[in-house]
């Protein structure tokens, strides 16, 4: 299996304001993944984050707004940039190991 | 796009009983599937893995199958208690390394 933690785990934040979500994984992984959970719905990709490489975003999910840092093989941030009310969801990392995936605890974010 | 579907949305169950969650997938080039549990406001729990050459899994009171031919799976939960009542949910991934494609789930309530 995989260790992973979030921080923080959760938080309100004004709009307009940014929140950075870290994620640490126990031991290296090649990729990385962020999921965004809105409330009462399943989870959605926003981006696969590399090492040493930009991250790659899925459709609907922009640089711009969620910006995503992967300095080494066991951290990834999530910046949710610029936040409204709609950015209201549980941010989820995961990483895949042995063909298998994982998820950190989630960080459950309210924008009022 | 790989379409995952789940079937009930909801469903409760006096304990003791055993029920079976179903999950539909439209592309049967899949790598393997996944079984989570997430409980309220909380992370995923990793259930089960099947790879798509295996038919099922088992663990503990939990059974999954896999008929990929079909594109679907089913998960299996014996005896029922008050202690699996959170949401499941279906996952599927293309590729190892690749991130899955989630169903929307099943919220599960045993009733003592």
């Known amino acids: 299996s995989a260790v992973i933690s979030q921080k923080p785990s959760r938080d309100i934040c004004q709009r307009g304001t940014s929140l950075t979500i870290q994620c640490q994984v126990d031991?290296?992984?090649?990729?990385m993944f962020w999921y965004r959970q809105q409330p009462g719905q399943s989870l959605t990709l926003i981006a696969t984050a590399n090492q040493g490489s930009e991250a790659t975003y899925e459709s609907g999910f922009v640089i711009d707004k969620f910006p995503i840092s992967r300095p080494n093989l066991t951290f990834s941030t999530l910046t949710v940039s610029n936040m409204s009310p709609e950015d209201s969801s549980i941010y989820l990392c995961?990483?895949?190991?042995?063909?298998?995936?994982?998820f950190g605890p989630g960080t459950r974010l309210t924008v009022l | 796009k790989q379409e995952v579907t789940q079937i009930p949305a909801a469903l409760s169950v006096p304990e003791g009983e055993n029920l079976v969650l179903n999950c539909s997938f439209t592309d049967s080039a899949i790598y393997n599937l996944q079984w989570f549990r997430q409980d309220p406001g909380k992370g995923l729990t990793s259930l089960l893995l099947i790879q798509s050459s295996q038919r099922e899994q088992t663990s503990g009171r939990l059974n999954a199958s896999l008929d990929k031919s079909s594109g679907r799976s089913t998960l299996y939960i014996a005896a029922s208690q008050p202690g699996d009542s959170a949401t499941y949910l279906c996952a599927v991934n293309i590729a190892t390394g690749y991130a899955l494609n989630f169903g929307k789930g099943t919220s599960l309530l045993v009733t003592p």
């Open positions: 031991s290296q992984v090649t990729m």
């Open positions: 995961s990483v895949a190991r042995r063909n298998e995936q994982f």
